[in-house]
Structure formats: C-alpha cells, structure tokens
C-alpha cells in the first residue's frame, strides 16, 4: 500500500465527472428505503428485495465497475500512469494500493448505504445491518479487483463487465441449468455471504458458503496477479512510418 | 555522470521496423535526438526509460540494462510526448508526490527546488488544469527532475511551447547539461536543436542517419544539392545559359518546366534573375521542390 498513490487515486475516483453517479445510486436506495417505510408494512416482506437484491445484486456490482475501471484503467488510457510508473515503485504495490481504493470508494458508496437503509427499514437489526455490510464489502473488493483486472488487460473493460453482470450473473446465472455459470459469479458469492450473516428469509443463494469463500478469494488472488502482470509489461509505443 | 548506451538495438513491431540495428553511446551534456515523425524517436526514447523492450540489441544505462529495472529510475527522469498530467492536482501537489514516490530526504525541499528550476513557481497552487499547454509541460518537467537524475529523457518536450517558454526550457536542460547530467530529447524541428544541443544524432525510418556535431551535419544538410521546377517563356535557352554556372549541377528540360539541381542554393537564387534579364527571358514560376525537413533526412541517409 502506497499512501502518495492511494491519495491520487482517491482524488481521481472521486473527482471525475463519472463520480456522479457514485452518488446517485445510494440516494436511489435509501429514498427507496425511506418511502417503502412510510407506505408501512413489515419491512421484512421487501428488505430483502431493496438491500440484497437491489444493493447487493446490482448496486454493488455497478458502482465496482464505474470506480474499478477508473482506478487503473483510466490512467493507463490517458497515459497519466507513466508518472507513476517512472518512479522506482513495484508494481504490485500500485495495483494493490489501486485495489484497495477502489474497493473502499465502492463500499464507501455501496456498503455503507446498504447497512444504512437496513437500519432505517429495521432499527432493531444491526446484527443483520452489518451482516449484509460485510457481505457488500466483500462484494466491493472481489468485484473491484476484477474490474481493476479488466481495465488493465482491456480498453472495453467497462463494456465487457457490463456483459458480465447483466448476460452472465443475471441473465444466464438465473437459468435452472446454470450450475458452472453461477460457480463464476461474484453475485452469489457476496449473496451466499448475505445469506450467512444476515437473518433475512428471501436470500437465497445458489452456492454453498464454501465454494463463495474460497471462490471469492480466488477471483481475487488471480485478478490481482493478472493485472500486477500486465502493469510489469506496460509498454509505451511509438508512432512508425513504413 | 551517466553514459547511455545502444548497442545493435532493433525494435520491430509485427513486420514493422520501428527501430533498425542503431548502436551509440550517450554521455554527459546535451544531446538532441532529432528526426521527422514517425523516424522511431519515441520508440528508441520508451526502450531507454524502460518502457518497451528491445527486440534484438542491448539498451543500458550505466551497464544496467533499462527494461524492467525500477532501480533505474532513480537515475532516470522521464517526459513522455503525451501531454497526460493529473489535472485535478495543483502543479505543487503533482510535484510534491513525484518526490514523495521517489522517498527523497526532503520531498517538500525537493519539489519547491524543482518548481523554482522551471519557473511555475507562482502558479504551483494552481489546479494543473487550469493550466496552458507550455505551464503543463514545465509541471512534467519538474516531476521528471525533482530527484536530480543523471539522466534526463524528454520525447518533443517544446511542443506546445511558445517561445519564451521555449527558451525558458532550453536554459534548464542546457544547464543541467553543463551540471553533468545526460539530457536526451527528441524533436522533429531543426531549429530546436540547433540551439540547445552541442551533439545530434539523426533518425530516419528507424535508421541513425548521421551522428556528431551538429555543426558538421548542419553543413552536410546546406551543402546538398536543392531541386527547382522554373517554368520560363524560352526554357531551352534558359537551361543552356545556367547550365555554364557552377552552381548548377545539371538541367533537365522538361515538355513544359525545367528541372535544375543546384549543388549552391544561395549562388543559384542569386543567379537565376541576373541571366534571366540578361537573356531577356521571362520566369514564369521558380518553385524549389523537396525542401521537406524529410528530404533533407532522406539525403544525409544516403550520403
């Protein structure tokens, strides 16, 4: 971790034009939360539904991709890494200071609405408030490191996790067949967590805590490495006649 | 003091030879890197920051070979041709954490005395982009120097410069030249090296065409034979007057122009309009052909 890195990094995640929407979903989900308390009602018939579903399941994974891709992928495209990079500073320490970032501005933005509007929908449940926290700070740092991966390896890194998230995890991760797909799907990783910590009835996860825990650590673990490896390789070419 | 060093460095990407067996040694002072674009500058300047490996060839500095070698930037400093800089930051902020990267003793010493070198001081609490294209290049300077490296590279850093800018950076890597330190720069404008730099290597498609003192060179690039198309009202007898003058070194007559290679430019301008009057022959058109700055490289290749 590279403390003069970490603080440019979050400048830049948080002062690009893009940082807007970092504020428009979590607004989204807490006014949600809010109204749904005042219509009434036991909250425990759609918490689920807003914190897991809506928080975990798409607000996490898309604020990942907005901050993940701009963490590294960003500098890479408009050649600001190279500042960084002539500096005698090893690589895997930019990437996981890169990482770390990402993953804190995410759950900065996702995480912590999450545990909020849990709160305000069940102000008793704090066990459950930060069980699904937790969750949505797993969820932050795996999905990040895949994008950060992304953005390193390609420049369509933000159509390509898009693909990723509404194809793979919702579209084909929902078929009954899915077995394999859902065994590589970060949602239900974080989801199964979700569902361990919290005492929520409607999450259902479709894989064992196992295979999320060790899955999760895996598609971090090789993420990170990926995109340590292309960073040790980066490259800057020149323009050539023939 | 630091020595560069190429030896038999090729750089081919695909089937395209970017940078072709080019051997030199680089020492201490300044030295312009000088070539048109596409001639595989910037390919020759990212093998020696460490950014981009040679494909065949040795790339050193001070013995150390330069690809995937961090310990090397603390002796290099870098100035990419792209204008990227983190705008969000204020010109002291950006400086401040190049020394910060590099664990200087002092960083807040290092980057003021950096920011004083190019002048910027005034606008170091500006954000960077607010900046001009000229006060960003400074910024990126004071970055690639804030720890004093031994070698400093810079891919067409006056781009974008207006010239008291220009001239403002041409002292500081003249003195830092002076200082001992190894300045290398790339340009594609003559001019820009004529003034800075005491040695010139020339690039053309990614050959090095000539090497030395830019003085010799520069009187290899005047001495050339100059090529002019002149259309006249009697091409004939114009082309049989000049061709007896020594500054003609041959007439081609062509259906509706003359094509004269004159081995002096200055005596063949002088001489045109003098036997033109003298034969009563009127000059239509006296247009020199091939004065491209690549033209000019293509000959000192071939001489």
Redesign the interface.
């Known amino acids: 971790m590279?403390p003069?890195?970490a603080?440019?990094t979050w400048?830049?995640a948080l002062?690009r034009r893009r940082a807007i929407l970092l504020f428009v979903f979590p607004a989204l989900l807490l006014v949600l939360t809010i109204l749904l308390s005042i219509l009434g009602g036991d909250p425990r018939d759609w918490i689920s539904a807003v914190v897991s579903g809506l928080g975990i399941g798409a607000m996490i994974p898309i604020l990942a991709l907005i901050v993940g891709t701009s963490v590294l992928g960003v500098e890479i495209e408009?050649?600001?890494i190279?500042?960084?990079?002539?500096?005698?500073?090893?690589r895997h320490e930019i990437v996981i200071t890169k990482l770390v970032v990402a993953s804190a501005v995410t759950a900065l933005f996702g995480a912590v609405p999450i545990v909020l509007a849990t709160i305000i929908a069940m102000p008793d449940s704090f066990g459950t408030a930060f069980g699904l926290g937790a969750a949505a700070l797993v969820g932050s740092i795996v999905y990040s490191a895949l994008f950060v991966m992304l953005s390193a390896l390609t420049k369509r890194a933000v159509p390509i996790g898009l693909l990723y998230i509404l194809i793979w995890e919702n579209l084909l991760g929902g078929l009954a067949a899915a077995r394999g797909v859902r065994a590589l799907s970060v949602r239900q990783y974080t989801t199964r967590i979700a569902q361990e910590l919290s005492d929520l009835p409607d999450i259902n996860a479709k894989v064992g805590l196992g295979t999320a825990v060790v899955m999760s650590i895996v598609f971090t673990v090789f993420a990170t490495y990926l995109a340590i490896r292309k960073l040790?390789?980066?490259?800057?070419?020149?323009?050539?006649?023939? | 003091m630091s020595e560069i060093e190429l030896a038999n460095v090729s750089r081919w990407y695909g089937n395209l030879v970017a940078v072709n067996d080019i051997s030199m040694r680089i020492g201490p002072g300044v030295t312009g890197l000088l070539g048109p674009n596409g001639a595989g500058k910037t390919t020759l300047l990212s093998m020696l920051a460490g950014f981009l490996k040679p494909s065949k060839g040795k790339v050193t500095v001070d013995g150390e070979p330069t690809w995937s070698n961090l310990d090397l930037y603390r002796k290099i400093g870098f100035v990419p041709e792209r204008e990227a800089i983190f705008g969000y930051l204020t010109g002291w902020e950006f400086v401040h954490a190049s020394a910060r990267l590099h664990k200087l003793p002092n960083t807040r010493a290092s980057a003021q005395a950096a920011i004083e070198l190019v002048d910027l001081v005034e606008a170091s609490g500006r954000k960077i982009e607010t900046y001009s294209k000229g006060m960003r290049q400074r910024a990126r300077v004071a970055a690639a120097l804030v720890h004093r490296p031994s070698v400093l590279l810079l891919d067409e850093p006056f781009n974008g410069m207006d010239p008291r800018q220009r001239l403002h950076l041409m002292g500081v890597l003249r003195r830092m030249g002076e200082a001992g330190h190894t300045v290398l720069y790339s340009s594609h404008i003559l001019e820009e090296v004529e003034r800075l730099a005491s040695v010139v290597q020339v690039m053309v498609t990614g050959r090095l065409a000539a090497s030395g003192d830019f003085r010799s060179i520069r009187r290899l690039m005047t001495h050339r034979p100059h090529v002019f198309t002149v259309r006249s009202s009697d091409d004939r007898r114009l082309a049989a007057a000049l061709v007896t003058d020594g500054s003609v070194a041959g007439v081609t007559v062509g259906a509706d122009a003359l094509t004269v290679s004159a081995s002096d430019y200055g005596a063949f301008t002088r001489l045109l309009p003098q036997v033109a009057r003298a034969e009563k022959i009127r000059l239509r058109e006296v247009q020199p052909t091939d004065e491209s700055l690549e033209s000019v490289f293509s000959y000192l290749v071939a001489s």
């Open positions: 590279n003069v890195i603080s440019i400048r830049g002062g408009d050649g600001n190279v500042h960084v990079l002539t500096k005698p500073v090893p040790r390789a980066f490259t800057i070419a020149g323009d050539v006649t023939a």
